[in-house]
């Protein structure tokens, strides 16, 4: 017997989140050992692409709220991943950088990431796999330009 609950099956929200959870899912069995998270991967990148951002311009560039970036970026420093110093035009500020032992890993996690991107969407077709992040990237657009703190759902 198959259960459906039409409710809770066609709820954007929910299958949202079950599609993060399965994507979270395939990245860290793929990663394994290396033990970096698809948000620490995500940092990583960013990093490596501009020119010792601030914790505040990485949580521009990647959606991750500032209490979650702190804890990422700690944690990727602990690991010798990052450096992070406190900038000159203010001390509140922190500037990252990546390490050689983060360029290492990121070069290492990079096509394991780029293979669960391809796994995440393989059921799709090429048609709908450009539709589908075409979506994917209207949705974010959306909430980067409203949140959904600031505009009250009715």
């Known amino acids: 017997m198959e259960a459906s609950i039409t409710a809770v099956s066609s709820s954007p929200s929910h299958l949202l989140h079950r599609a993060g959870q399965f994507a979270e ?6 990663v394994g050992d290396l033990g970096v998270t698809a948000r620490q991967y995500v940092v990583l990148l960013a990093v490596d692409e501009l020119d010792h951002p601030s914790q505040t311009i990485l949580c521009e560039v990647t959606g991750i709220d500032r209490s979650t970036m702190a804890d990422i970026v700690r944690r990727l420093v ?3 991943f990052l ?3 406190r900038t000159r035009d203010d001390a509140r500020m922190y500037a990252v950088r990546m390490t050689s032992e983060g360029e290492r890993i990121l070069k290492e996690v990079r096509p394991i990431a780029q293979k669960v991107d391809g796994a995440v969407v393989k059921c799709l077709t090429v048609t ?11 949705l974010v657009s959306q909430s980067d330009a409203s949140p959904v703190a600031q ?4």
Do not use: P
């Open 83 to 85: 450096t992070r110093r």
């Open 128 to 138: 709908e796999c450009e539709t589908f992040n075409r979506l994917l990237q209207k």
């Open 151 to 154: 505009d009250k759902v009715a």
């Open 25 to 30: 899912d395939l990245f860290t069995r793929a």
């Open 78 to 80: 602990s690991r010798g």
